[in-house]
C-alpha cells in the first residue's frame, strides 16, 4: 500500500516536473537573433549591452532603453524601477516579450551586484558577434 | 608579517589534517593512539585558527600588500566590516570553510560519547580527509595570503551593498551549516566502514544534523531577509541557482533531521540515514560548485575562474564516489532491525523523508536542466520561478497536510483513527480558513490551499502539546508549560513552519507593486493609503552621499513618515537604494527610491510594495530554527542525564 502511494506520489513529481519544464524555461535570445528565433508572444531572455544614450524615462514610470550585441538593436520598454548596477554600456538581461514591429516588453531586468561581472549569456552573445573584448 | 604566519600556519594546517585522516584509520584499540588523534585534531583546529586570525588581522589594519585585503577592503570602512568583509569574498570564505570544518573536526574527536573506537577514529580520520580537501583547494587555488608587489595605497573597498549586519552573519551561517553536513558525512562514512550503524552512532549523529539544519535555516533566512529589505525589488526569494543551493542541503538536512530519529529510537531505516547524509554533503559541495563555479547566471555575482569550478567538482565527485561507492558496498551488510507498521510514526517520519527527497530531486533538476541543455546543445535557456512555484509547492503542500498526523502516532503500530479524531478541531480551523480566504480572495485555489495548510499546521502543533499535556493527572494549561523540552521544540518548529506557509503564501499571491512619479507636495493612493512625496533632501553618511525622499503616508487616520534613500559610495560607481518599510498589522509598506524624471518637472520615480503578511516568512523561519536550538538543548540534558 506504501509503495504504491509513494509511487503515485513519485509519477506526480515526474509529470509535475515535466509539464513544468515545458511551460516554464526560458530561452536566451540575442538582438541580432530575435527576429528569427523568437516567436511573438514567447517569454525570452533578451542579453546584450545597454546602448549608451539610449536610456529614457517618461512621468508614468516608463523606462525604454535600447540593448545590442554590436549587430542589432532592440528597443525595450519596462515598466519599473531598474536595478540599482543598470548602467548604459553594461551588460543587462531583459526577460519579457517580443512581437514583431514593437519594442520588447520586459517584465524583469537583471543586472549584477557587480560591477565587475558581466552575465554569461551576454559574453556568448558578444562572442558570437565577435564584439568580446574580454578574456576568454 | 602576519600574513606569513598565517599562510605558514595554513601549510601547517594541510600537513596535519592530512596527517589526522591517516591517524584516523591507522588507530588501533590503544588508549594512547586515541590520546594522540584527539590530540592532532585539536591541533589542526588550532592552527587554523590561527591562520584565519591572521586574516582578520590583516583586515583590521588595512595591509594592502595582502592582495585580498586590497581587493576587498577600504579604511574608510568601519571596522566591524573590515572584520566582516574577511570572509566576505571568495579566498576568505574559503579559508572559513577550512577554519569551521577543522573545529568541527576537533569538537567529534574530543566528545566520543557512547561511539565505538574504530567507528569514532574513522569519523575523525574522514573529517581530517575533507579538512584536507578543503585546504587544499585554498592553499592552491585561492590563497589568501597572497601579496600584492608593490602595495596600493588604498583598497578597492567592498560593495556597499554588502556592508550590512545580516549580510555579514549570513555567510558564516551558511558555512556552518555547509561544513556541518560534513561531520555526518564523516560519522555515515565510518559506520559503512565499520559496516555498524546502531543506535549509539545516530545518537552521536543528531546534535550534528540538528545544529547543521539550524544554521543553514538561519543562514538562508538572512540573506532572504536581506534581498528583500536591501536590493529594493520587494521580494524575498527568487528560484535563483545560488538560492537553490543553500535550498537543497536545507531539504536533504531537514530529512536527516527526522530520519535520525527513528535510527536512534527504533535503530530502523540506518541505511537510508547514512544514504542521506552522503547526500546531504554532496548537495552542501555542489551549492559551494554552482556559487563559486559561475556556471550558472545568477542575481548572486562572485568572481569566476574555471579552474576553481573544476576543482570543487573533483572534489565534490571524490566524496560522492567515496561515498556511494562504500555504500553500495557496504550497505547490503548492515543489520535490518525491527519492522513497522503502515500507520505509525516510523511510516510518517519516512513519508517527511520521502517527501523532502523528492523536493531536493525537483529543486537539482530544475537547477541543473539549462547546463545539462547547453550541453547537449540546446541553446542558452533559464528555468524560471514559476517552474519551482508549481513543483515544489505541491510536494511540500502535501508533506505539510501529512505534517501534523505523524508526531501524534505511537512508533511501531499507530491508531489512525483517535488521531484524527484529536486533530478534528485543527482540520475544521483549516476548512473554515480554506472557505474564508476563496471568499475574500475572489476564489484564487491554490493560494487560498496554501493558506489553509498553514492554519492546519498551526492548529496541528497546538492540539499535539493539548494532547501530550491532557496525559496523566492534573491540570492541562499548567502542564503544558511543563512539557519536556523535546515536546516543545518540535512543536516551535511545526508551527513556526506553518506561519512560514501563510507568509510565503500570502506575500507571494497578494503582493501589490507599483511604479509612480512624484514631484515633491504630489501624493498618490496605494493600498489603501495616501502616500505623499513631502521633500527631497542631500543626506552625507560616514562614507557615502545620499538623496533621501521623505514620505507621508495616511493610513486610516494616522499620519506616519517614512524615508527611503539612493546612497553615493565613494568607493563605488553605482549608486544603492536604500529602502523604507513600515510593518502594520496587515503586512508591510515597502517603498524604494528610483532616479529623477528626466523632464519630469523635479519628478522621482517611486516604486511602491505592499507585502502582506511577509514578517510571518521570517518570524516563522526563526521559530524554526529556535525550535532547533531547543531541540539542541534538549538532547544535550538527555546526555548529561545518561552518559
Known amino acids: 500500500m506504501m509503495i504504491s502511494a509513494a509511487g503515485a506520489v513519485l509519477v506526480l513529481a515526474a509529470a509535475l516536473t515535466f509539464a513544468g519544464l515545458r511551460n516554464s524555461i526560458v530561452y536566451f535570445v540575442a538582438p541580432s537573433e530575435l527576429a528569427q528565433k523568437a516567436h511573438p508572444g514567447q517569454r525570452i531572455r533578451l542579453g546584450g549591452l545597454v546602448l549608451p544614450g539610449s536610456l529614457h524615462r517618461d512621468a508614468n514610470g516608463v523606462t525604454s532603453f535600447a540593448v545590442t550585441d554590436g549587430g542589432a538593436q532592440v528597443n525595450v520598454r519596462y515598466e519599473g524601477l531598474l536595478p540599482d548596477l543598470f548602467r548604459e554600456g553594461q551588460g543587462v538581461v531583459a526577460e519579457g516579450t517580443w512581437s514583431p514591429g514593437q519594442a520588447f516588453t520586459a517584465e524583469r531586468v537583471l543586472a549584477k551586484h557587480d560591477e565587475r561581472y558581466m552575465p554569461r549569456e551576454v559574453v556568448e552573445a558578444l562572442r558570437r558577434r565577435g564584439e568580446w573584448k574580454g578574456p576568454q | ?643
Not at chain 2, 585539536?42 to 592582495?67: H, K, N, P, T
Not at chain 2, 508551527?495 to 507599483?514: C, K, M, P, Q, W
Open chain 2, 1 to 643: 608579517m602576519i600574513s606569513e604566519i598565517g599562510a605558514f600556519a595554513l601549510c601547517l594546517t594541510f600537513a596535519m589534517s592530512l596527517a589526522q585522516g591517516a591517524l584516523g584509520f591507522a588507530t588501533s584499540q590503544h588508549a594512547s593512539r586515541a590520546a594522540a588523534l584527539t590530540a592532532l585534531a585539536q591541533c589542526v583546529a588550532v592552527a587554523c585558527l590561527i591562520a584565519f586570525v591572521s586574516l582578520v588581522a590583516a583586515y583590521v589594519r588595512s595591509d594592502f600588500s595582502v592582495a585580498v585585503v586590497a581587493n576587498n577592503s577600504h579604511t574608510d570602512k568601519p571596522l566591524i566590516y573590515k572584520i566582516a568583509a574577511a570572509w566576505g569574498n571568495h579566498e576568505g570564505s574559503m579559508l572559513l570553510w577550512c577554519f569551521v570544518s577543522s573545529v568541527f573536526g576537533a569538537v567529534l574527536a574530543s566528545a566520543r560519547g557512547g561511539q565505538s573506537a574504530g567507528l569514532w577514529s574513522k569519523a575523525v580520520g574522514v573529517q581530517g580527509l575533507v579538512t584536507a580537501g578543503a585546504l587544499a583547494y585554498t592553499l592552491f587555488l585561492s590563497n589568501p595570503f597572497a601579496r600584492l608587489d608593490p602595495a596600493p595605497m588604498q583598497g578597492a573597498g567592498l560593495n556597499p551593498l554588502l556592508q550590512d549586519p545580516a549580510l555579514a552573519a549570513h555567510p558564516p551561517m551558511l558555512y556552518l551549516g555547509y561544513v556541518g553536513m560534513s561531520v555526518p558525512f564523516s560519522l555515515a562514512l565510518a559506520a559503512l566502514i565499520e559496516g555498524r550503524a546502531d543506535q549509539a552512532w545516530a545518537k552521536a549523529l543528531r546534535p550534528w544534523t540538528l545544529a547543521a539544519w539550524t544554521c543553514l535555516t538561519v543562514g538562508i533566512a538572512l540573506g532572504s531577509y536581506w534581498a528583500y529589505y536591501e536590493l529594493g525589488w520587494g521580494g524575498w526569494w527568487f528560484w535563483d541557482p545560488v538560492e537553490n543551493a543553500s535550498f537543497m542541503p536545507w531539504l536533504a538536512a531537514c530529512a536527516l533531521v527526522h530520519s535520525a530519529i527513528v535510527t536512534e529510537r527504533r535503530g530502523s531505516l540506518a541505511s537510508w540515514t547514512i544514504l542521506l547524509a552522503i547526500m546531504g554533503f554532496g548537495f552542501a559541495l555542489l551549492g559551494t560548485f554552482l556559487v563559486r563555479s559561475g556556471v550558472l547566471t545568477s542575481v548572486h555575482a562572485f568572481a569566476v575562474d574555471p579552474r576553481r569550478g573544476i576543482a570543487v567538482l573533483i572534489l565534490l565527485g571524490l566524496a560522492l564516489g567515496a561515498g556511494f561507492g562504500l555504500y553500495g558496498w557496504r550497505a547490503p551488510k548492515l543489520s535490518r532491525a525491527a519492522g513497522f507498521g503502515a500507520v505509525s510514526r516510523e511510516s510518517m517520519l519516512v513519508w517527511n523523508n520521502f517527501g523532502l527527497a523528492v523536493a531536493a530531486g525537483v529543486v537539482l533538476i530544475g537547477t541543473l536542466y539549462p547546463l545539462i541543455v547547453e550541453a547537449v546543445g540546446g541553446g542558452l535557456i533559464s528555468v524560471g520561478p514559476p517552474f519551482f512555484n508549481m513543483t515544489v509547492a505541491p510536494l511540500l503542500g502535501l508533506l505539510f497536510v501529512l505534517l501534523p498526523v505523524g508526531p501524534m502516532l505511537t512508533w511501531r503500530i499507530g491508531d489512525m483513527r483517535s488521531v484524527l479524531v484529536r486533530l478534528a478541531p485543527a482540520a475544521a480551523l483549516g476548512a473554515g480558513t480554506l472557505i474564508a480566504t476563496l471568499a475574500l480572495t475572489h476564489w484564487r485555489v491554490a493560494p487560498a490551499i496554501g493558506v489553509a495548510i498553514g492554519v492546519w499546521l498551526i492548529a496541528g502543533g497546538f492540539t499535539y502539546l493539548w494532547t501530550r499535556a491532557r496525559r496523566g493527572e492534573g491540570r492541562t494549561l499548567a502542564k503544558i508549560v511543563a512539557l519536556p523540552l523535546a515536546v516543545w521544540s518540535m512543536s516551535i518548529a511545526h508551527i513556526g513552519a506553518g506561519v512560514l506557509v501563510i507568509g510565503a503564501i500570502s506575500e507571494t499571491a497578494f503582493r501589490a507593486e507599483r511604479a509612480v512619479a512624484l514631484a515633491p507636495g504630489q501624493g498618490v493612493d496605494f493600498a489603501d493609503r495616501r502616500i505623499t512625496l513631502l521633500t527631497m533632501a542631500d543626506v552625507d553618511g560616514p562614507n557615502y552621499e545620499a538623496t533621501r525622499a521623505i514620505l507621508r503616508i495616511d493610513h486610516e487616520g494616522e499620519t506616519v513618515q517614512l524615508n527611503t534613500e539612493r546612497r553615493f559610495y565613494s568607493t563605488s560607481p553605482m549608486p544603492t537604494t536604500e529602502v523604507g518599510i513600515l510593518t502594520g498589522l496587515d503586512g508591510d509598506l515597502y517603498v524604494a527610491l528610483g532616479e529623477p524624471i528626466r523632464n519630469g518637472g523635479g519628478a522621482w520615480g517611486l516604486r511602491l510594495y505592499h507585502n502582506p503578511m511577509v514578517q510571518f516568512i521570517f518570524g516563522g523561519a526563526l521559530m524554526m530554527a529556535i525550535g532547533g536550538v531547543l531541540s539542541l538543548v534538549a538532547l544535550a540534558r538527555r546526555r548529561k542525564a545518561s552518559p
